[in-house]
């Protein structure tokens, strides 16, 4: 998740995940720390943190967090190569009932992980590597169908690779999990923290 200085990651329900017309999932008021894997290749990330006021005051969090995003974007200018377009943009920063939450979107997986040092994977399920499809794996409904790579038609999907303790949205229907997510809606996954694969459609 986001490098926030100070702050410890905390768990909570889930909301349903909601998606725009333009495929971006709205991850806004979810209550626990969340990705959205966006139709345009960009990445929406909300951490959603513990925040002590008596010791850091929002417009720290808010000065501390642009820096970092405007530090990153110095050094890594946007893929479009147009000069308005940024690797990541400061979406939000807000803090209520003592916690944080901080809404960013990168341009696209490889960001997020560079900028996080936190792996994420988005790709077509053919390019899954040999140790994702060695993975167990349930469909959306919880039923065992073997490893990844037992998969019926897989070209026919995309994935999701994660190894965070948090929800994941993507823009589709989610088909197959690894055993150890799961699935609290037809676009929204809830994963463990270890190796972990979304195949949607």
């Known amino acids: 998740m986001m490098r926030l200085k100070h702050m410890t990651l905390v768990c909570a329900a889930a909301l349903v995940c909601m998606t725009g017309c333009n495929g971006t999932a709205d991850i806004s008021k979810f209550s626990q720390s969340a990705l959205a894997v966006n139709r345009d290749g960009s990445i929406t990330e909300l951490s959603v943190e513990p925040f002590e006021a008596e010791y850091y005051s929002l417009e720290d969090l808010d000065a501390y967090v642009r820096e970092e995003a405007a530090d ?5 200018p946007a893929a479009s190569g147009k000069e308005d377009d940024l690797a990541i943009t400061v979406d939000s920063v807000e803090v209520s009932d003592a916690v944080a939450r ?3 979107t990168y ?3 490889e960001t997020y992980t560079d900028f996080n040092y936190n792996s994420l994977v988005v790709c077509p399920a053919s390019q899954l590597s040999e140790d994702v499809l060695a993975l167990s794996c349930v469909n959306a409904g919880g039923e065992a169908v073997g490893t990844a790579a037992d998969i ?5 999907y995309n994935a999701v690779v994660v190894s965070s303790d948090v929800m ?3 823009p589709g229907k989610i088909a197959y999990v690894s055993d ?4 609290t809606d037809k676009a929204v996954a809830d994963c463990s923290g270890t190796l972990a694969v979304i195949i949607y459609s």
């Open 102 to 104: 901080v809404l960013l």
């Open 168 to 170: 994941v949205a993507v």
């Open 72 to 76: 990153y974007n110095a050094d890594h």
């Open 152 to 156: 019926e038609d897989l070209q026919d």
């Open 180 to 183: 150890n997510v799961t699935v």
């Open 107 to 109: 341009e696209s997986p």
